[in-house]
């Protein structure tokens, strides 16, 4: 009988579909039983598709075949698909699983350093993650992905996104002259967003993400209009000048029907890179009020390192520069609970923009 570091080794070489890691890497092996009578091997991945399943247990029986193994048994446990509704909204984006709207009531939270590193960290676990920068007025997405001087490859009039740490990217700044202030009016907004949520050729994904503009104006409205908006996650700060400014991003969810995923309290404390030592500088943890008003979670407190800002302006996000530290692993923290957060919504049945439509006279 084969050894269980055998068996491992060959299931080392099962790559999981559309991405070059295996399914060990990924950690999606849950057990390994092996006996005389049976070797079963029970997986928990991270897609619905009855079509990634069929392709791994294909794998697997090949990989292992070439073992003496007693005969095989595979158990694939997948999140439950989205239930089938009869809504007349609007979606135009279909065969992407989960919509996330990351938005802020004001600039010079990190929203979009929140953004960047929670599509990683979703990507990171086994998700196919796209991210989406509609900070029409403020793109930093391709900075701080470090894609700022790639081009996009057109194939007639759409787009492909670029892929930077296996997350799917596309930002209005790669579409625009670099430095070249966009001087807008809603109306031009809005058609710029739907054009772009038309035009960009993506890859089968599990989850995009939006880097919002701060506020709650015409982008928010376009997007939420174009797409049933599975959840939105608020970025904040201790401070309660800028709580003042989530609560409008938290009505902004409430009114436009958006599941609330939770708070992201950032900035929430300073981790000295000398001591380890963490200072609540701008204070801690006053997002409590603000979650028990509108009967949402808080997904994490994230300090001020030196490394995020360095990351951020290198092009390398504290999720790829130092993924065992305490910042990413908070981001980590987080993005397990989103997606947690997304799977209770689905199995609810999911969400639906019908009722935010424009009106026809």
Request: net charge negative; hydrophobic share 40%; proline share 7%.
């Amino acid at each position: 009988m084969p050894t269980k570091d055998a068996i491992l080794t060959q299931l080392s070489k099962v790559i999981y579909p559309n991405f070059n890691k295996s399914i060990i890497e990924f950690d999606f092996l849950t057990s390994l039983e092996i006996s005389t009578q049976q070797t079963k091997v029970t997986l928990t991945i991270p897609s619905s598709s009855d079509i990634i399943a069929k392709q791994l247990s294909a794998q697997i029986e090949s990989s292992l075949s070439v073992l003496d193994i007693a005969p095989l048994s595979i158990d694939i446990i997948q999140p439950k698909p989205p239930k089938e509704t009869s809504s007349q909204g609007k979606n135009l984006l279909p065969d992407i699983q989960h919509f996330l709207m990351v938005s802020s009531g004001k600039g010079g939270v990190g929203k979009s350093t929140t953004a960047v590193n929670l599509a990683i960290a979703l990507a990171q676990q086994g998700k196919r993650v796209g991210l989406l920068d509609v900070d029409i007025y403020g793109p930093n997405i391709p900075r701080m992905m470090g894609i700022e001087d790639k081009q996009p490859i057109f194939l007639g009039q759409r787009v492909k996104p670029i892929i930077a740490y296996g997350v799917q990217v596309m930002s209005i700044g790669l579409l625009v002259e670099r430095g070249a202030s966009l001087i807008w009016k809603g109306a031009m907004v809005t058609q710029a967003i739907e054009q772009m949520l038309e035009d960009i050729l993506w890859n089968k994904l599990d989850i995009l993400i939006f880097d919002m503009p701060p506020g709650t104006g015409d982008a928010q409205l376009s997007i939420a209009q174009s797409l049933p908006m599975s959840a939105g996650v608020a970025v904040t700060t201790p401070q309660k000048v800028a709580l003042d400014d989530t609560i409008r991003s938290m009505d902004m969810f409430k009114q436009l029907h958006i599941p609330i995923a939770g708070v992201i309290e950032n900035m929430s404390g300073f981790i000295c890179p000398e001591s380890g030592k963490e200072y609540a500088i701008f204070g801690k943890s006053t997002t409590a009020p603000l979650i028990e008003n509108y009967q949402t979670q808080l997904l994490g407190e994230v300090p001020i390192e030196p490394a995020i800002r360095e990351g951020g302006d290198s092009g390398l996000p504290i999720t790829i520069l130092a993924p065992n530290c305490e910042t990413s692993l908070r981001y980590q923290n987080i993005a397990t609970k989103i997606w947690s957060k997304l799977e209770e919504i689905s199995a609810e049945g999911g969400v639906d923009n019908e009722k935010i439509q424009p009106t026809i006279f």
